[in-house]
């Protein structure tokens, strides 16, 4: 679950502000940011987006990836969130990757937009959700639930529409602040809430007493150089359903290996290897909406399975940085071949 692949240009420019002390929120404030991706992809037409994307997900695969969902977000008009979904499966289709596509038209408020709040989250509930919807483009809507870019009771009208219309629900819930994204996500019986650096114990319980599966993103703690993970250890102590996802994007998190991402949770958040290896596997695809279908080798499963080149699953996070990965099946048959 979770990534932001379909974008245009690169990032690295803030990579090295971060690096020489400026903050990801001080970067945004300048124009950098998700507004930066905004303003390239905004230019770019859907051949290119593409064309882009491809590699992208090639990589993906070569690393063990084998089902990956996709959001939208750096378009923000109708015309260029239905670009990037259309992009988004176009790309899947070519490199043959199973893809879940999220519509994410609420991962920002829009500067053309920011006197005029109620008519974007309008034009998200009465335009882009149904046109995404109609044509097949997405199956779940998301939400970027924080103080500073949609408040509960946005998320709320926008989440509700969603649901609604017949689409699975997910939260980018309390990233940046307790704000109350992952209550909000439980009471709606959301497939997922994701991030959850800052959630509270209200939170926390809200989620053990639910069927919402916790999605954590330790790369984007990692890549952002920040010091507080989310408290997976203890949400899973707690009865909490934990997943792992990478939260690809150019910005905040351009790692897409999974297998990385297993060595971050084990070592930073004191997920046990078993554990993480359920969170990348039959839980991410609960937060997904597809635990009936992949996620585990099981009669009536699709044979989606990875060979790797050790022994013990174990060596998977222990050797960070490697790629582990011998070879990729998806429903019995083999997509990838690392071991030439």
């Known amino acids: 679950p979770h990534t932001h692949t379909v974008f245009g240009k690169t990032r690295q420019d803030e990579y090295e502000r971060r690096v020489r002390g400026e903050t990801y929120l001080e970067i945004a404030a300048a124009g950098g940011g998700i507004h930066a991706s905004v303003s390239d992809l905004r230019q770019r037409d859907e051949d290119e987006l593409v064309a882009l ?33 259309r992009a988004a499966r176009r790309a899947a289709e070519i490199v043959g990757i199973r893809s879940v596509r999220t519509c994410l038209a609420a991962h920002e408020m829009p500067r053309e937009y920011k006197d005029n709040r109620q008519d974007y989250v309008r034009l998200i509930t009465d335009e882009i959700l149904i046109r995404a919807q109609a044509e097949g483009l997405a199956t779940r809507c998301d939400v970027f639930c924080e103080p500073t870019v949609f408040d509960l009771e946005e998320s709320l009208v926008i989440l509700s529409r969603a649901r609604d219309l017949g689409m699975s629900l997910t939260v980018h819930a309390d990233e940046l ?35 919402t599966v916790a999605v954590m993103l330790p790369g984007t703690v990692f890549s952002l150089g920040l010091k507080s993970y989310a408290p997976g250890r203890a949400m899973i102590d707690q009865g909490c359903a934990l997943a792992l996802a990478t939260d690809f994007n150019p910005g905040s998190c351009p790692i897409c290996s999974v297998p990385l991402i297993q060595a971050i949770a084990c070592s930073q958040m004191r997920l046990l290897p078993a554990e993480a290896l359920t969170a990348c596997t039959l839980n991410a695809a609960w937060a997904l909406g597809l635990a009936k279908e992949v996620g585990s080798l099981a009669p009536g499963k699709k044979a989606d399975f990875l060979i790797l080149d050790g022994p013990d699953y174990r060596l998977v996070p222990y050797r960070a940085g490697h790629n582990p990965v011998n070879s990729v099946f998806l429903g019995g048959r083999k997509i990838s071949d690392n071991s030439a």
């Open 53 to 85: 994307a491809v590699p992208r997900l090639r990589e993906m695969l070569s690393l063990g990836t084998t089902t990956v969902e996709i959001k939208s977000g750096y378009g923000l008009t109708l015309d260029d969130e239905l670009k990037m979904l």
């Open 177 to 211: 602040a307790s704000f109350g994204g992952a209550v909000l996500a439980a009471r709606l019986g959301a497939d997922s809430a994701d991030h959850l650096i800052r959630i509270d114990e209200k939170g926390r319980e809200a989620l053990a007493a639910s069927e």
